[in-house]
């Protein structure tokens, strides 16, 4: 039987990252995932890498953190899948005029007769320029990201660990990594309540010449190396409905005949804010991303909660028990909940979470999940 130091489950973006970190660290990996690589949220991501406005807080803090790392990392990694022309924030109701202006990273204003400059097909807007800003190729990205590691096409229903192994098959591993994203949890983990947030691209054509990313309510890249671009936003939240994933979006019963009215709300909202001429709509992408209620990602130790409370009841009354002696499935991490900035977010967190593995540095409170752990059990 083939032996792996990791399994990951789930060839996203984060999965892909913490195998590329893990196998140049010297490590067996092999990568499963029923819909392939970059098949689900992350294949049908925008992958806009760009900057949290706003005056400092520690989620835009560690998002601009995060951001300047991965552009450095793809720029290694795969620089002609990267396009770094930057972005133009338009106002909106999110982040108006003075959110933008007052914002703790360095913009440039640039108004609605200079835009007219750069291109007459620009509508009547202006905005703040970022330059540190990028659009990727996603599948491209983690093909690359999986190089060295072996990948394989198939379901996972549930875990099976015997005599100090996970055992998938014909093959095992001592480690696993679950990075599922909004897939039911292979382990119990009451204590991160994900909420997956729908989202769509589309690819198209045109004659227009877009000089760098866009972004309002939605966002628009500039021209791509093929010569498309790429049209996104995230437009539908699942928070209300009672519900899991299990399948892949262009799969689920939730969003069955809803393309036609996402692509034409899309191009309709590209449409205010520049004209794209000779439009020739390419291919049409749907996916969930994964959220919880911080907004933070989650990265760390998967822990037994029931296992953890029946052993160290007092928990539930504050008792501190330290993280060492709570009850964990064996080997088992987690990486989850990188919203819709996935791309940029999965460089950062790989680095920290395969460090922690390999050396035992410690992982930022508001990133892991012995937080949550606490939270959850406190509140019980």
Not at 189 to 199: L, Q
Request: proline share 4%; glycine share 8%; charged share 25%.
């Amino acid at each position: 039987m083939k032996t792996y130091d990791f399994v990951i489950i789930g060839a996203g973006s984060a999965g892909c990252n913490v195998a590329h970190y893990l196998q140049k660290n010297g490590k067996r990996v092999a990568v499963i995932d029923q819909e392939g690589v970059a098949g689900g949220g992350s294949g049908a991501a925008g992958a806009f890498l760009s900057p949290l406005p706003g005056k400092a807080n520690p989620y835009n803090t560690f998002v601009n953190e995060a951001l300047a790392f991965s552009l450095a990392y793809y720029e290694q990694l795969l620089p002609h899948a990267l396009s770094k022309k930057g972005v133009l924030r338009v106002a909106n109701e999110n982040f108006d005029d003075d959110k933008l202006n007052s914002s703790a990273i360095k913009s440039r204003f640039i108004s609605a007769v200079e835009l007219q400059t750069l291109t007459p097909n620009f509508k009547q807007i202006d905005g703040y320029f970022y330059e540190n800003a990028a659009i990727l190729n996603p599948r491209e990205v983690c093909g690359e990201l999986l190089r060295g590691c072996d990948f394989y096409a198939q379901d996972v229903k549930e875990l099976c660990f015997e005599d100090g192994f996970y055992i998938f098959g014909e093959f095992r591993a001592k480690n696993i990594i679950l990075a599922q994203g909004v897939i039911k949890p292979l382990a119990q983990t009451p204590y991160i309540e994900i909420a997956p947030i729908f989202g769509v691209k589309i690819d198209v054509r045109t004659s227009t010449k877009v000089p760098f990313n866009i972004h309002k309510s939605i966002s628009i890249s500039t021209n791509k190396s093929d010569g498309t671009i790429a049209i996104g936003a995230t437009k539908e939240r699942h928070d209300t409905a009672k519900m899991e994933c299990l399948t892949s979006c262009d799969k689920c019963t939730f969003y069955v005949n809803t393309e036609a009215g996402q692509v034409e709300t899309l191009l309709r909202e590209a449409d205010e804010l520049i004209k794209l001429e000779d439009l020739e709509v390419v291919k049409v992408y749907r996916g969930a991303r994964a959220t919880i209620k911080s907004y933070f990602p989650v990265i760390g130790k998967i822990y037994d909660f029931d296992a953890s409370l029946k052993k160290y009841p007092s928990i539930k009354n504050g008792t501190k028990i330290p993280p060492s002696l709570l009850e964990c499935y064996p080997n088992a991490y987690i990486i989850n909940a990188l919203g819709s900035r996935g791309f940029v977010l999965a460089p950062y967190l790989a680095k920290i979470l395969s460090e922690n593995i390999l050396y035992d540095t410690s992982i930022p409170k508001e990133l892991s999940s012995e937080k949550l752990f606490y939270k959850m059990a406190r509140k019980n």
